[in-house]
Nanobody
Framework: QVQLVESGGGLVQPGGSLNLSCSVSGYIMSIFNYGWYRQAPGNDEREQVA????????EYLESVKGQFTISRDTVKNTVALQMNRLKPKDTDVYYC?????????WGQGIQVTVSS
């Protein structure tokens, strides 16, 4: 079993930056990729923003390319999402995700609000 805990969210002005961090624990060897998703209020679906495999292959949602950066620290067992030039439309609850050989694991979610 894998546990994921997000941190680093909050309120930021348009044009600002936030760095989300996901602390990973448990059966880490079962994980083959990590991702960050976001979900708007009232929306049933979560949108994948960025993904990184254990082999280092990275993918981004087209609309955040050049704005968001995903990275992984294998020593600290964390996955980060650096978000720059934030816009009000980036306001959402952001979730850390791990795909494992036993299924999917999700963090509890963290609020990101971009507002002046």
């Amino acid at each position: 079993q894998v546990q994921l805990v997000e941190s680093g969210g909050g309120l930021v002005q348009p044009g600002g930056s936030l760095n989300l961090s996901c602390s990973v624990s448990g059966y880490i060897m079962s994980i083959f990729n990590y991702g960050w998703y976001r979900q708007a209020p009232g929306n049933d679906e979560r949108e994948q923003v960025a993904k990184i495999t254990v082999g280092g292959v990275i993918e981004y949602l087209e609309s955040v390319k050049g704005q968001f950066t995903i990275s992984r620290d294998t020593v600290k067992n964390t996955v980060a999402l650096q978000m720059n030039r934030l816009k009000p439309k980036d306001t959402d609850v952001y979730y850390c995700h791990a795909s494992t050989y036993n299924g999917n694991s999700w963090g509890q979610g963290i609020q990101v609000t971009v507002s002046s």
